[in-house]
């Protein structure tokens, strides 16, 4: 079993920053699928960033160039650097680890940017 804790959410205006982190517990490894979901009020839940084998990258076109999803595979951590944010972003950002076919999330952060 894994347990995701988040950190870092918050309320921020147009054009600022915030870093996402994401702890994970258990046995986790550094081959391990981790990344960031995000849901808007109303909307399905999107993927917003992939890290695979601690470099390999995907992001959701709408945040490529501005946010950048970065592990610290010695402490079982994901992090989601969120540059020039956008009212478009606010949402529920939700920590992912894909553990062989078996999907863990976290209990989620909230992401509020005012225009």
């Known amino acids: 079993q894994v347990q995701l804790v988040e950190s870092g959410g918050g309320l921020v205006q147009a054009g600022g920053s915030l870093r996402l982190s994401c702890a994970a517990s258990?046995?986790?490894?550094?081959?391990?699928?981790m990344g960031w979901w995000r849901q808007p009020p109303g909307k399905q839940r999107e993927l917003v960033a992939l890290?695979?084998?601690?470099?390999?990258?995907n992001y959701l076109d709408a945040v490529k160039g501005r946010f950048t999803i970065s592990r610290d595979n010695a402490k079982n951590t994901v992090y989601l650097q969120m540059n020039s944010l956008k009212p478009e972003d606010s949402a529920v950002y939700y920590c992912?680890?894909?553990?062989?076919?078996?999907?863990?999330w976290g209990q989620g952060t909230q992401v509020t940017v005012s225009t």
């Open positions: 992912y680890i894909l553990l062989l076919t078996s999907p863990y």
């Open positions: 258990g046995t986790v490894l550094n081959s391990d699928i």
């Open positions: 890290i695979r084998n601690g470099e390999h990258t």
